[in-house]
């Protein structure tokens, strides 16, 4: 079975000082992982996926994230928040034997103060 | 081009009424899921298609849910005899096919449902 857990349901930071957002996952394959995120009123939109090439992501609006095998780890890094960072990000696991259900975490909210 | 859209944005119902959620995918994407997100939770599973029929529908709560997707393309999501657990996000996402790099899912902006 996959699952993650995103370890903080918020974070906050100062505006131009770097983001951390933790998620730990299990799977009983090897996985795919994703971070999406979540601003009001709007879709989901991707940010990075790792499908086993590097294992350092680079996403959009320079967040990238690191999979860590032993220690079961992606989390989302970003060396200096913005204010439209402010949202709701989600870490997400796919099975990669041929299903494609996304297995969402419960969603870290990240508040960027001025 | 357009995105996945979904309709309404926003349905009221009462407890006991069948509700009906669609959603337009993108163009040429074979691949429709469905998603239920409730209020401080992330999105979950409830069925995805490929093509016309539904490849797993393991996420489906009950049998008060059932979605179709008859040409292949637009999908309505049923609910039937709705209750006020049922209230949620709905979100629906389609992707290009099963397999990557064609697999990446593009979300809808969701129909959120209140049962009064």
């Known amino acids: 079975a996959q699952s993650v857990t995103q370890l903080d349901s918020h974070v906050s930071v100062s505006e131009g000082t770097p983001v951390l957002l933790r998620c730990n996952y299990s799977s009983s394959y090897s996985p795919s992982l994703f971070w999406y995120v979540q601003h009001p009123n709007k879709g989901l939109q991707l940010l990075l996926k790792y499908t086993s090439a590097a294992t350092l992501v680079k996403g959009i609006n320079g967040f990238e994230a690191e999979f860590k095998k032993s220690e079961t780890s992606f989390h989302l890094t970003k060396p200096s928040a913005h204010m439209s960072d402010a949202a709701e990000y989600f870490c997400?696991?796919?099975?990669?034997?041929?299903?494609?259900?996304?297995?969402f975490g419960t969603g870290t909210r990240l508040t960027v103060i001025p | 081009g357009a995105g996945v859209s979904q309709t309404p944005s926003n349905k009221v119902t009462e407890k006991g009424k069948y509700v009906e959620l669609r959603c337009d995918p993108i163009s040429g994407h074979t691949a429709l899921y469905w998603y239920r997100q409730s209020l401080g939770q992330g999105p979950e599973f409830l069925i995805y298609?490929?093509?016309?029929?539904?490849?797993?529908d393991s996420g489906l709560p009950n049998d008060r849910f059932f979605a179709v997707r008859p040409e292949g393309s637009v999908s309505t999501l049923k609910i039937q005899r709705t209750e006020r657990g049922d209230s949620a996000v709905y979100l629906c996402?389609?992707?290009?096919?099963?397999?990557?790099?064609?697999?990446?899912?593009?979300f809808g902006p969701g129909t959120r449902l209140t049962v009064l």
């Open positions: 298609f490929q093509g016309t029929g539904a490849a797993d």
């Open positions: 997400v696991v796919s099975d990669r034997t041929g299903a494609n259900n996304l297995f």
């Open positions: 996402a389609s992707s290009r096919g099963l397999a990557a790099p064609y697999n990446e899912q593009f």
